[in-house]
């Protein structure tokens, strides 16, 4: 649990993981490579439209598309 509390932290405060402008393929594999490399496992991570926001059990760690689409951050 520390470890994705740290993640989120560091991710909520890096600039590049709130990029509205980026592709969301993108900014999603930036975010993975993070992760992968503070050692967190066992997560994953969906797009999904802003406006119809499916990822309501989860924690936003990005934005993309214009600020369309977010990032949406699931622990199994």
Not at 16 to 24: D, L, M, Q, R, W
Not at 25 to 42: P, T, Y
Request: hydrophobic residues 40%; positive net charge.
């Amino acid at each position: 649990m520390k470890k994705f509390i740290l993640a989120v932290g560091l991710l909520s405060l890096a600039g590049g993981a709130f990029a509205a402008g980026k592709p969301c393929d993108e900014l999603e594999k930036e975010i993975k490579d993070k992760l992968e490399a503070k050692g967190v496992h066992g997560y994953a991570l969906q797009i999904v439209d802003k406006a119809g926001d499916t990822g309501a059990n989860g924690k936003t760690v990005g934005t993309c598309e214009g600020g369309t689409k977010l990032i949406v951050y699931k622990r199994h």
